[in-house]
């Protein structure tokens, strides 16, 4: 079967940006992404990952976060373990 179809949609373009700076460490463009994603729709009959409402605990921990709140920037994992106090 050729590829003919053609999709178009309109994205973010510093999130395709950065989309496509990973796919191209993947080795995949966004052809073959976008393809790998519809085979898996196809293959389980739903979307290939869980989609779920975040919780009031959640949405707190993502403002925080985008605020720069809690996040600890570690060089290693043993300055992360000491930082988590393990």
Known sequence: ???SAII???INPK???EAEV?????GLSITEAITLFFQQVKLTRSL???????NK???RTFQ???KGK???WCENEAELFKALGI
């Open 8 to 10: 178009r949609a309109r």
């Open 1 to 3: 079967m050729t590829n």
């Open 15 to 17: 999130l395709k940006a």
């Open 48 to 54: 290939p990952f869980e989609i779920r409402i975040p």
């Open 22 to 26: 990973i796919l191209d460490k993947l």
């Open 64 to 66: 925080e976060t985008d």
């Open 57 to 59: 605990a959640t949405l």
């Open 70 to 72: 809690g996040i600890v």
